[in-house]
């Protein structure tokens, strides 16, 4: 199907959307003993209909190929072996697997394009703008932390990302921090970046780590969305007094040992602001990577692969069809026909 079919689709009929999916590998993730460290489209759509999601929103794996493998450092080192510019690689196997291996489920997956906003952003523009005009694309994502580009460079470095973005009304889902020493993906400078542009439609993952500031400025917003990605092990972090969540005078106040009330809480709350999305096959993560003054971050969290619909499935229908479908069409297509 064509962008216009699967839009038309997806608005015609009611569905479980999930926001935040990835597909593609991690080299980097496999060789540090991480997991997960890949995942097809083919399983995607498995899993998908083993948990009743009707569409999926899909990005490839977090890092470039453009990003060099190299555990013995913090900083990140790039190179040209395997391609000219970040995701070059990643986004052209992404939609060639949804539209030349799979056609036959393209209107299943909404794909988004990744993007850095710190490196070789015209030549991105560029590919960008080729890769939408042969395929369906529906928005850009950034996960700003494990390439170590900044969130603020999309308005100088990065503008023709933007520009790009602005041109198709796209919208834009950015990973999320709150750690003091990730200067890469603040979720303060995200909120911030989606009040200085209202025309461009941005989405803060990860629940903006709880942030309670965030939250509520979002909210405020009409242009500004906050996805649920990942929520369980997200709970589980506050548990650990992880650095990686907002500190408990800012945090928004819940009870994160039940999951369930911190959902219901966020979207009581915030009811037009909140979209569900599952970060599969993120929802589970072991994982190292670095913070701005050199340290190793190691995370171990599980949760099952169908936890995270489980929740979902145990909110009140009117929670449930705000977060995982009337939202998400509103941040998908704004007010386009
Ligand atoms: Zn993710």
Known sequence: MNRQEIKKLLKSKESIIDIHTHIGISQKFYYQFGYPYALSLEDLIIRMEVLGIGHSVVFPFVDSAFCENDNQSSKIKTTKKHCGFPYELENRNL??????????????????????????????????????????????????????????????????????????QLPIVFHSAVHPEDPWASAYDI???AERHPDIRVCIAHSARFAKPVLEKANRLKNCFVDLSAFIIHCKLVLQNSLSIATEETRFFADYKDPLSVITGLTENYPDTMLWGSDTPFYYWIQKYYTADGTLVEDTLQCDFNEEAQLLNSLPDGIKDRIAYKNNIRFLFGSEN
């Not at 988004?112 to 960008?128: G, N, T, V």
């Not at 494990?146 to 602005?166: C, H, M, S, W």
Request: proline share 6%; glycine share 2%; charged share 30%.
């Open 191 to 193: 909120v911030d970046f």
């Open 95 to 168: 939609l060639n697997e949804i539209n030349e291996i799979f056609p036959e489920n393209n209107h299943k997956v909404l794909p988004f394009l990744m993007f850095d906003p710190s490196r070789e952003a015209e030549k991105q523009a560029f590919q960008l703008e080729k890769l939408s005009e042969k395929y369906p694309v529906f928005g850009l994502k950034t996960a700003t932390t494990y390439i170590q580009a900044f969130v603020n460079d999309l308005e100088t470095k990065g503008k023709p990302i933007l520009d790009f973005a602005r041109k198709k």
